[in-house]
T-cell receptor, first 111, second 115 residues
Framework: NAGVTQTPKFRILKIGQSMTLQCTQD?????MYWYRQDPGMGLKLIYY???????DKGEVPNGYNVSRSTTEDFPLRLELAAPSQTSVYFC??????????FGPGTRLTVL | AQSVTQLGSHVSVSEGALVLLRCNYS??????LFWYVQYPNQGLQLLLK??????LVKGINGFEAEFKKSETSFHLTKPSAHMSDAAEYFC?????????????FGAGTRLTVKP
């Protein structure tokens, strides 16, 4: 039981490049979340999903896209990377208003 | 929308001393409240949560927190700090409405434990 896994662990992008951050869970949770963590800012919700085929915007969705074709996977897409997207990205799963379970994070630098 | 404020971005204590990390929340409905801990280069891990019932909640690693509605607070305490407690701690709030998916996190408090 791996819980929540994220790949890659680290990535450096050039401005304008695109990439997909992968998130997979084996907890059979319906809800999945993407957060970004910036120093001194806590976590900000980017997108979330309440089940396969259903996604919705969080607090800071601009510059990102998501899809949810299966219960297990919730990839986050950056289409045109910008320096402002330099951050640590966390995927989490859970059940609605209750506790969330976090992956180990992806550290992204955009230069 | 709900929010949390963590008072003090850095707290330093001596090993064996009391740990007190402060969290105040704002919510228009009765909240669910959480404390998470983050060790370096890791994801967040749940320490404890308040949902309903007893307002004094005990968590892992000897931590506890008390929900005080009158003070809109959920402060985290531990009687005796250990070196291994050095980490960043996040308070979070979500409301109880079915289908709500909006958990808001505080900015975090970095705890340093001095030998």
């Amino acid at each position: 039981n791996a819980g929540v896994t994220q790949t890659p662990k680290f990535r450096i992008l050039k401005i304008g490049q695109s990439m997909t951050l992968q998130c997979t869970q084996d907890m059979n949770h319906n809800y999945m979340y993407w957060y970004r963590q910036d120093p001194g800012m806590g976590l900000k919700l980017i997108y979330y999903s309440v089940g396969a085929g259903i996604t919705d915007k969080g607090e800071v969705p601009n510059g990102y896209n998501v899809s949810r074709s299966t219960t297990e996977d919730f990839p986050l897409r950056l289409e045109l990377a910008a320096p402002s997207q330099t951050s640590v990205y966390f995927c989490a799963t859970g059940q609605s208003y209750n506790e969330q379970f976090f992956g180990p994070g992806t550290r992204l630098t955009v230069l | 929308a709900q929010s949390v404020t963590q008072l003090g971005s850095h707290v330093s204590v001596s090993e064996g001393a009391l740990v007190l990390l402060r969290c105040n929340y704002s919510s228009s409905v009765p909240p669910y409240l959480f404390w998470y801990v983050q060790y370096p280069n890791q994801g967040l891990q749940l320490l404890l949560k308040y949902t309903t019932g007893a307002t004094l909640v005990k968590g892992i690693n000897g931590f506890e927190a008390e929900f005080k509605k009158s003070e809109t607070s959920f402060h985290l305490t531990k009687p005796s700090a250990h070196m291994s407690d050095a980490a960043e701690y996040f308070c979070a709030v979500s409301d109880r409405r079915p289908g709500n998916n909006d958990m808001r996190f505080g900015a975090g408090t970095r705890l340093t434990v001095k030998p």
